[in-house]
């Protein structure tokens, strides 16, 4: 049986990343009694990106080696099995189209999108949905009345670093694509003008521009005003646009840019600018601050919404939905390259979650150079969604001690249920928050070896990307990061209230 009442990144078409209790099947007091029910290990991976999804009793996810797994929720046993042509990095959703077949789509590491039969894992169709060579998907892709929308990121960002490469073409897009046959029905980029040679750096390797504004998140859906709202990063090359680390509201119907706020002006940056005296480091140098976590629109008293968007800078932001304007600002986190706020917020009811990940990377004066130089504060926030108000902060636990590639603070994305949030933090650590006041109410450390179903041995990691997915009495965590100095893991775990054996 397959059940298609969440989105398979954001929970809700708003992005709220709260599970509601008819769904979550899981109150406040189940939780410090979860234990691991079955853990199941991915092969050739360091790192689990891919968020699970769970619908009716099978769990769907990607994987760093290209598999597409439907698992069964209760024994971890194996369904079927896809195999994508690169690395799976969003969640794999479950939607039914108009003649009742159960559809499952993703997108790949190389900007290919696949629509595959849910029950079989048969290919139905896939369509590569960007051209560039660079291009990728990252944003997991959301499905609305037979469209997907799929939003479109790089990897030219790391290209850039060979002083030889003609930097920069790639820009972010967003792309409706029809759900039956994989036909483009509209696409929109993020920077307007087609990029052209505008000069050469000091070593005649020429400079294309404008480019970058990467789309690294899920869409927002906002069905009453028909619009779809998304983040952006920086731009790649020289000048900057007035559209890199912006939120854009796009017509759902055509794809017309309605609104662009900016946060950052002037940010243009690759990883250039990571080495000393590299001639394809754009005059802004940084500071590198995208969007990486995708907006939430909460719904407020009176009939009013607002968009909360939190941005790598440690800045959080309140936007009317209607015209982009801000409506309040606040700065949390001291910021960082990897966050700041990194990979998703949460909500429940007109309270908002923020994460900060504060990370330093090691890298001190490198954090300096891109203007991060406050103290970094680690851990949890809750705030009003209507005006910023501070409800409560959580310092992250420090327990790195001795243990390598680790950081007390929150870049994964974060979820919600009444009463608590889930985070997992990039010390390997899940813990569930009393979202009432902040404090701990569950503390599970997933950094060793698992028994895994899958027969291969399984280890637990940092946490990065995707968030925990709490539904139908259980909690599903991928646990590995294996990169830009994170604890690599390679397990699913599904955790549950262990019943007490009979006597």
Same mark, same amino acid.
């Given at each position: 049986?397959?059940?298609?009442?969440?989105?398979?990144?954001?929970?809700?078409?708003?992005?709220?990343?709260?599970?509601?209790?008819?769904?979550?099947?899981?109150?406040?007091?189940?939780?410090?009694?979860?234990?691991?029910?079955?853990?199941?290990?991915?092969?050739? *991976?360091?790192? @689990? #990106?891919?968020? !699970?999804?769970?619908? &009716?009793? +099978?769990?769907?996810?990607?994987?760093?080696?290209?598999?597409?797994?439907?698992?069964?929720?209760?024994?971890?046993?194996?369904?079927?099995?896809?195999?994508?042509?690169?690395?799976?990095?969003?969640?794999?959703?479950?939607?039914?189209?108009?003649?009742?077949?159960?559809?499952?789509?993703?997108?790949?590491?190389?900007?290919?999108?696949?629509?595959?039969?849910?029950?079989?894992?048969?290919?139905?169709?896939?369509?590569?949905?960007?051209?560039?060579?660079?291009?990728?998907?990252?944003?997991?892709?959301?499905?609305?009345?037979?469209?997907?929308?799929?939003?479109?990121?790089?990897?030219?960002?790391?290209?850039?670093?060979?002083?030889?490469?003609?930097?920069?073409?790639?820009?972010?897009?967003?792309?409706?694509?029809?759900?039956?046959?994989?036909?483009?029905?509209?696409? *929109?980029?993020? @920077? #307007?003008?087609? !990029?052209?040679?505008? &000069?050469? +750096?000091?070593?005649?390797?020429?400079?294309?521009?404008?480019?970058?504004?990467?789309?690294?998140?899920?869409?927002?859906?906002?069905?009453?005003?028909?619009?779809?709202?998304?983040?952006?990063?920086?731009?790649?090359?020289?000048?900057?646009?007035?559209?890199?680390?912006?939120?854009?509201?796009?017509?759902?119907?055509?794809?017309?840019?309605?609104?662009?706020?900016?946060?950052?002006?002037?940010?243009?940056?690759?990883?250039?600018?990571?080495?000393?005296?590299?001639?394809?480091?754009?005059?802004?140098?940084?500071?590198?601050?995208?969007?990486?976590?995708?907006?939430?629109?909460?719904?407020?008293?009176?009939?009013?919404?607002?968009?909360?968007?939190?941005?790598?800078?440690?800045?959080?932001?309140?936007?009317?939905?209607?015209?982009?304007?801000?409506?309040?600002?606040?700065?949390?986190?001291?910021?960082?390259?990897?966050?700041?706020?990194?990979?998703?917020?949460?909500?429940?009811?007109?309270?908002?979650?923020?994460?900060?990940?504060?990370?330093?990377?090691?890298?001190?004066?490198?954090?300096?150079?891109?203007?991060?130089?406050?103290?970094?504060?680690?851990?949890?926030?809750?705030?009003?969604?209507?005006?910023?108000?501070?409800?409560?902060?959580?310092?992250?636990?420090?327990?790195?001690?001795?243990?390598?590639?680790?950081?007390?603070?929150?870049?994964?994305?974060?979820?919600?249920?009444?009463?608590?949030?889930?985070?997992?933090?990039?010390?390997?650590?899940?813990?569930?928050?009393?979202?009432?006041?902040?404090?701990?109410?569950?503390?599970?450390?997933?950094?060793?070896?698992?028994?895994?179903?899958?027969?291969?041995?399984?280890?637990?990691?940092?946490?990065?990307?995707?968030?925990?997915?709490?539904?139908?009495?259980?909690?599903?965590?991928?646990?590995?990061?294996?990169?830009?100095?994170?604890?690599?893991?390679?397990?699913?775990?599904?955790?549950?209230?262990?019943?007490?054996?009979?006597?």
């Amino acid at each position: 049986e397959l059940s298609t009442e969440t989105s398979g990144w954001g929970f809700q078409l708003s992005n709220s990343r709260f599970q509601n209790p008819k769904l979550a099947g899981i109150t406040a007091s189940d939780i410090p009694s979860f234990q691991p029910i079955w853990a199941f290990a991915f092969p050739n *991976s360091q790192r @689990v #990106r891919s968020q !699970p999804f769970r619908s &009716g009793n +099978t769990v769907f996810i990607g994987t760093q080696d290209g598999r597409v797994y439907a698992i069964d929720h209760k024994s971890g046993c194996v369904h079927w099995i896809f195999r994508a042509s690169t690395e799976v990095r969003t969640a794999v959703s479950v939607v039914k189209d108009s003649k009742g077949r159960a559809l499952a789509y993703f997108g790949d590491l190389f900007a290919q999108l696949y629509v595959v039969d849910a029950f079989s894992g048969k290919l139905i169709w896939k369509k590569k949905i960007d051209n560039h060579s660079n291009a990728t998907i990252t944003g997991t892709p959301v499905s609305v009345n037979e469209v997907i929308y799929v939003p479109a990121s790089s990897l030219e960002v790391t290209s850039a670093a060979d002083p030889n490469y003609k930097c920069c073409t790639f820009r972010g897009s967003l792309s409706a694509i029809n759900l039956l046959n994989g036909e483009l029905i509209w696409k *929109s980029h993020t @920077v #307007r003008d087609v !990029p052209k040679q505008i &000069g050469k +750096t000091s070593i005649g390797t020429p400079i294309i521009a404008p480019s970058g504004a990467p789309v690294w998140t899920t869409v927002t859906v906002d069905e009453t005003r028909g619009r779809l709202y998304l983040g952006t990063g920086e731009n790649y090359s020289s000048p900057s646009t007035d559209t890199s680390d912006s939120i854009i509201a796009f017509n759902i119907s055509n794809g017309e840019m309605i609104w662009a706020t900016q946060m950052t002006a002037g940010d243009a940056w690759n990883m250039a600018c990571m080495e000393e005296n590299n001639p394809n480091c754009p005059i802004e140098n940084g500071p590198d601050q995208d969007f990486g976590a995708g907006p939430v629109l909460v719904s407020l008293s009176g009939g009013k919404d607002i968009l909360v968007a939190g941005q790598k800078s440690g800045a959080v932001w309140g936007i009317n939905p209607e015209n982009g304007a801000i409506v309040w600002s606040k700065q949390l986190g001291r910021g960082g390259i990897q966050g700041g706020i990194h990979f998703g917020l949460a909500s429940e009811g007109q309270k908002v979650f923020i994460p900060i990940s504060d990370m330093s990377w090691g890298e001190d004066e490198l954090i300096a150079i891109h203007g991060y130089t406050g103290k970094p504060s680690p851990g949890l926030y809750a705030l009003k969604a209507g005006t910023g108000e501070t409800l409560w902060f959580s310092k992250a636990p420090e327990i790195c001690a001795d243990r390598e590639f680790c950081a007390p603070g929150i870049s994964a994305a974060i979820s919600a249920i009444d009463g608590v949030v889930f985070a997992g933090h990039m010390d390997g650590h899940i813990r569930a928050y009393d979202s009432t006041n902040g404090s701990i109410i569950w503390d599970y450390d997933t950094v060793h070896k698992y028994d895994s179903v899958s027969g291969i041995e399984g280890f637990g990691g940092s946490m990065g990307g995707s968030g925990p997915l709490p539904y139908k009495g259980n909690l599903y965590l991928s646990s590995g990061y294996g990169l830009y100095g994170h604890m690599p893991g390679n397990v699913l775990i599904a955790f549950g209230k262990i019943k007490p054996v009979d006597q």
